[in-house]
């Protein structure tokens, strides 16, 4: 997906076409002998045994042996059992059969089965369900990351993830469960779990324990729900947080262990181990995501100024403000203003001003007014912007967040001048990323002019 989104397999050709059998590719040289993973190394197999190439346009890794996958992968032509659980394979192909029939006709040479004519990937297109940004950006940041990276599962609704995760809350609680135990709806549901995470925390000391004894050098993502419930009204999250991050913990605020709260599936509950009564120490940064289309609406925006800006200041970590899906910011309507208005939260009064087209928020423009006045005053909240399928994005939020949660200056970042001044530098790099996707995702001519 890495290699798909750096636009690595643009031009690459069909090196190897044998007829009902595959064809392959992958290899930006056209050699076959060449290409390499996003890790710049070979990787290891993945297998799953209810993945076979049991029909025609199974797409898998190619390799030559155990281990050693890298960029190239083929297609397959028809049934071919005999290469189950020696390649794996990572998709198929779901529409554009006519283009697989003309590629399987197309003359080759008799001994190296090469193509006589040049065949390449004109383009690549990576899409993703425009819901699902957050997960998108937990699938995409340990691509990009260039380092280890472990992404724990704290959403009890989650049942389809596009990651694979090291530790998964619904191993100790699932919302369904509670839903149907206790008859809450699902924002009820939800504020339980994480209040019976906090009271069973020690679970999850348990996993992260493990996780760090089995690799101590490991970047570690929390997947959060998207409920700002949890963020702005609950204590339940922040106290957990409290607990990640905080070196000492008062003993008389850890409950009693043994306590009984539903008749759900626990785990065993030992007595607080000296990790849990001093708290983890976690050097942990907030990745807050909204998505960009709220930007097309006044009244929207302001909301989502407010939410940021009160999940912020419950939260007390370092904080990154991010829109997401930026590629889809009109999809409702165009932008009343250039991006930058949004991204740096500029002057509010003008955004008030077009209340009045909403008979619904004109009723409370003075209401929105003060709200607006009260985000500017603090002076806190601005966006970074986000496209999963964009690198520098990815690059750009990584680096916000490492300066917050001090990685940038641990053992394990390569501590060099030229690493110090990038991330010295990030403001402007902001600036350049800003203009370029007002230019590639909004229309211009759109755009409302400010009033004098």
Known sequence: ?????????KGCIFHRNIKGFIVQTGDPTGTGKNGQSIWKQKFKDEFNETLKHTARGVVSMANNGPDSNGSQFFITYSKQTML???????GKVIDGWDVLDEL????????TYRPLTDIHIQDVAHTHETQQGKHAFSFSWPLWAGRKVAVINLDPANDTLPYKCAVDLKD???LDEVMQSLHLGPNGGLLYCMEYLYKNRNWLVDMLTKLKRDSPKTYVLFDCPGQVELYCVSGAFRRLLSFLTLTHLPTSTIPDSNQQVISLPKPVIEAPSQSDLYGLGLRLSSVHLVDSHYCTCPGKFISVLLTSLVSMLQ???????VLSKIDLIEQYAPLRFNLD???EVLDLSYLVEQLDDVP???KYKKLNRRLAELVQDTALVHFLILDVQDRTHLEQIMRNADKGNGYVFGTNEQRTLQSMLSYASGAEFSDDLVCLAQEKYTHASSKIEKPN
Not at 84 to 90: E, G, R, T, V
Not at 104 to 111: F, G, H, I, L, N
């Open 1 to 9: 997906m890495a290699l798909c989104a750096s636009d690595y397999y």
């Open 84 to 90: 189950d659980m020696k390649y794996s394979i990572f």
């Open 104 to 111: 399987e006709r197309a003359p080759v040479e008799d001994k």
């Open 172 to 174: 100790l609680i699932r």
């Open 315 to 321: 939260l007390g970590l370092p904080h990154v403000n």
């Open 341 to 343: 208005f949004f991204t």
């Open 360 to 362: 619904f928020f004109a």
